[in-house]
């Protein structure tokens, strides 16, 4: 059985550097295929991918943001880390860390990607950026 | 850049009743799509991948079709527990989601 879960501050200033960490269990980063991604939702609005990290070490980041994004695998390996630099409130939202699989081809005997989709998410935790 | 657009934003369909949601891809996604179901203060769930491939334990009146830049959901008899929001994602390239349809009671 596949569970994530998120843990990290609920709460940050201005300017601050966010830091959140993905527990997960079920599954290895170490697995061929395997991916593990964070995604945000700003209250009442969409969602938005932001980083993701494979078994491989290849890791991968929102346009966007990827200045400010860092994306690790924590010794343990049962957690990967994201930290989201110079926070703003414009950042509060719930951030949701998620697992996928990337599509085999045996034609080519390579994975399909570099992305795919997400099929176990966890529950996520409110980061609300504010003095 | 790849923009998604999903619509309605807000469909008002009674229960029993066939839903029918639209997801839109500014170019080609090939069938690199999926549909996840979100409900207040729940994380998403993997409805659909692949455009048409229902998920593990997704009911069958969930189904998926289209390809390239069209998609479409449909719920083919609502139930209680269906009414929530519901979000595309392409991961053709770096994942992008549509800003989501709200599926409310009629």
């Known amino acids: 059985q596949i569970t994530l879960r998120e843990s990290g501050p609920t709460l940050v200033k201005p300017t601050q550097t966010l830091t959140l960490t993905c527990t997960f269990s079920?599954?290895?980063?170490?697995?061929?295929?395997?991916?593990v991604g964070w995604i945000r939702q700003p209250p009442g609005k969409a969602l938005e991918w932001l980083a993701l990290?494979?078994?491989?070490?290849?890791?991968r980041y929102s346009p966007s943001l990827k200045t400010r994004l860092t994306i690790t695998e924590a010794t343990s390996k049962n957690q990967v880390v994201l930290t989201m630099t110079n926070m703003d409130p414009v950042d509060t939202a719930t951030y949701y860390c998620?697992?996928?699989?990337?599509?085999?081809?045996?034609?080519?005997?390579?994975?399909?990607?570099?992305?795919?989709?997400?099929?176990?998410w966890g529950q996520g935790i409110l980061v609300t950026v504010s003095s | 850049e790849i923009v998604m657009t999903q619509s309605p934003a807000t469909l008002f369909v009674s229960p029993g009743e066939r839903a029918t949601l639209s997801c839109r891809a500014s170019q080609s996604v090939s069938s690199k799509l999926a549909w996840y179901q979100q409900k207040p203060g729940q994380a998403p769930r993997l409805l659909i991948y692949g455009a048409s491939t229902r998920a593990t334990g997704i009911p069958a009146r969930f189904s998926g079709s289209g390809s390239g830049t069209e998609f479409t959901l449909t719920i083919s008899s609502l139930q209680s527990e269906d009414f929530a929001l519901y979000y595309c994602?392409?991961?053709?390239?770096?994942?992008?989601f549509g800003q989501g349809t709200k599926l409310e009671i009629k």
């Open positions: 079920g599954f290895s980063l170490s697995t061929s295929g395997v991916g």
């Open positions: 990290i494979y078994w491989d070490e290849d890791k």
């Open positions: 994602q392409q991961y053709n390239n770096w994942p992008l």
């Open positions: 998620a697992h996928l699989t990337l599509e085999y081809d045996v034609l080519t005997a390579s994975y399909r990607g570099p992305f795919d989709y997400f099929d176990y």
